[in-house]
């Protein structure tokens, strides 16, 4: 079945031609004036430069709109920077099976005055004249602990990473049909605009023919004035269509994420092909693609490990520790205590000498003991002073420690139990949800391929209805410019015409459309642009 071809010729050396070629298979190709492919997207506040990977090229394809878009798209970049938290989420979890080291130190002054134990001062225990004193001390640890969630920690941060990344390709699938659904929108304005150059061109034609009779004598000024006022109508409807243009170009430089500064072309090719597609198949390939099916189905599997994880709750915990330590005190004098050993020095001599008197009234006593010796020396003084200087590194080591704590939850109020329920409710709801989708996969598959079917047999009926228009406009200008109708035939005539080449469009790019939905749905393209 053929459908013959149409070209449009180019009419300045600013304009680019325009071909749609239209067989067995209607394929046809976006092309418009130069003017059209500027880019007039204005640059946003938050905007940033391209970089030079990522500048479009002269001819744009829907590949290569697609491919910096999924880089450049700042609603997928925010989604993706979640799997930056998600993979330290997955490392914190690893780094909790180590054990934990602390280290810390303090520093304080204290000073001079009557100080207080409990209900008992200083004097009352002997020391008087307290000078202040310099305090520093050091304490080091480190514990290890485990239960049932740091083991299964791990686990379960990586369910959450592998949700993330399908929720992550959830969002580029989406950004893929809105992007090459704004792809489409703006070839399908090029096309309304070439539709409406055309009009104008006729309307002008229309205009010329009802000029020439009118010369002849065979016309009137009615038909001259209604000719005018359609070139009228079609010139805002060229101007309506240079706006829509615009603006769609607009939304798919939104949807692509960047800044054009050059002046692309849109190169890729579509084509209106028989669907032989079975919803079967398609339901099949969609079970194992479908994006929103596997979000849902890394869901379920974190929530399956949720229950493991509240179940993980009655198992034991383990704790061991260890930990040293080590403090200073200096005093700023050490007068009192000098002043006690040689008082206590004193005291020793005084002892003695009191027994050598003692031991000289024997019959026979002995050598009297040299009671000098006994005295405080200058190196015991000299030591004291020598002990004092240990603020702030010169530490006096306590004993280390380590233990060992294993504990069994017995009965917590049956908390835990509330959790483990909640846990796989949860999980329950996540499977109802994967059958929901399932079905509603089955019937978005079931109606899209009908719709696909639909818009491809309309799209060959409204293409022979087209031909049929081009035919009878021709008959009625010829008509028309021999005189044997009058200028009402002719614009009904290029009114058929018109509305027939625009729901031809139409009709195209419904099914363009319908294919984009139906692949959404599958998770996989199912036709080569």
């Not at 099976?97 to 204290?110: E, G, I, K, V």
């Not at 592998?162 to 992550?168: E, G, P, V």
């Not at 419904?510 to 998770?523: K, T």
Request: hydrophobic content about 40%.
């Amino acid at each position: 079945m053929g459908f013959g071809a149409c070209r449009i010729p180019a009419r300045g050396p600013d304009e680019t031609r325009e071909e749609i070629v239209v067989d067995k298979r209607m394929v046809f190709r976006a092309g418009w004036p130069a003017w059209i492919l500027v880019a007039l997207v204005a640059g946003t506040a938050f905007a940033s430069p391209l970089r030079a990977q990522d500048r479009l090229s002269a001819s744009l394809t829907l590949e290569e709109a697609l491919r910096v878009a999924l880089r450049n798209n700042p609603g997928v970049q925010a989604v993706r920077n979640d799997l930056q938290v998600a993979n330290w989420n997955l490392t914190s979890a690893y780094g909790s099976w180590l054990p934990s080291a602390s280290l810390s130190s303090s520093l304080s002054w204290q000073g001079a005055g009557e100080q207080r134990f409990g209900s008992i001062t200083a004097d009352q225990l002997g020391f008087q004249d307290q000078p202040s004193f310099l305090f520093s001390s050091y304490n080091a640890g480190v514990n290890f602990s485990m239960d049932g969630r740091k083991l299964m920690a791990p686990g379960q941060a990586r369910r959450s990473r592998d949700a993330t990344q399908a929720q992550i390709r959830s969002t580029e699938a989406a950004l893929r049909l809105g992007v090459t659904k704004a792809y489409l929108e703006v070839l399908r304005q090029g096309e309304g605009l070439t539709l409406a150059e055309q009009e104008l061109e006729r309307a002008r034609i229309n205009l010329r023919l009802a000029q020439g009779r009118q010369e002849v004598g065979s016309g009137n000024a009615i038909d001259v004035r209604q000719a005018e006022v359609n070139v009228g109508r079609a010139e805002v409807t060229l101007i309506q269509s240079r706006t829509g243009v615009q603006t769609s170009r607009i939304r798919l430089l939104q949807q692509i994420g960047v800044d054009l500064n050059a002046e692309p072309t849109l190169a890729t090719t579509f084509s209106v092909t028989q669907p032989e597609w079975t919803p079967g198949d398609l339901y099949q390939a969609a079970i194992g693609n479908n994006p929103d099916l596997q979000a849902m189905r890394a869901q379920e599997e974190a929530s399956r490990y949720d229950v493991s994880i509240a179940r993980s709750s009655y198992f034991p915990s383990l704790s061991v520790s260890a930990g040293w330590s080590g403090f200073t005190r200096q005093a700023s004098s050490t007068a009192g205590q000098e002043a006690q050993a040689i008082a206590a020095g004193t005291a020793r001599v005084q002892q003695c000498l009191a027994l050598n008197d003692l031991v000289s009234l024997l019959p026979n006593p002995p050598v009297p003991q040299d009671c000098s010796l006994l005295a405080t020396p200058e190196s015991a003084i000299e030591a004291i002073r020598a002990e004092n200087q240990a603020f702030p590194f010169n530490f006096t080591s306590q004993p280390p420690s380590v233990g060992l704590q294993v504990s069994i939850p017995i009965f917590q109020g049956l908390g835990r139990q509330r959790e483990l329920e909640s846990a796989r409710a949860q999980l329950n709801d996540n499977r109802f949800r994967i059958r929901e989708q399932e079905l509603a996969l089955r019937a978005d598959i079931e109606s899209s391929v009908a719709l696909v079917r639909t818009a491809y047999e309309s799209a060959l009926i409204e293409e022979r209805n087209q031909a049929l228009a081009d035919e009878q406009l021709r008959l009625a200008q010829e008509r028309y410019r021999l005189g044997f109708s009058n200028f009402i035939d002719l614009v009904e005539a290029e009114t058929v015409k018109a509305r027939a080449d625009r729901e031809r469009i139409v009709a195209i790019f419904i099914y363009h459309d319908a294919v984009a939905d139906l692949e959404a749905v599958v998770g996989m393209p199912l036709r080569n642009p």
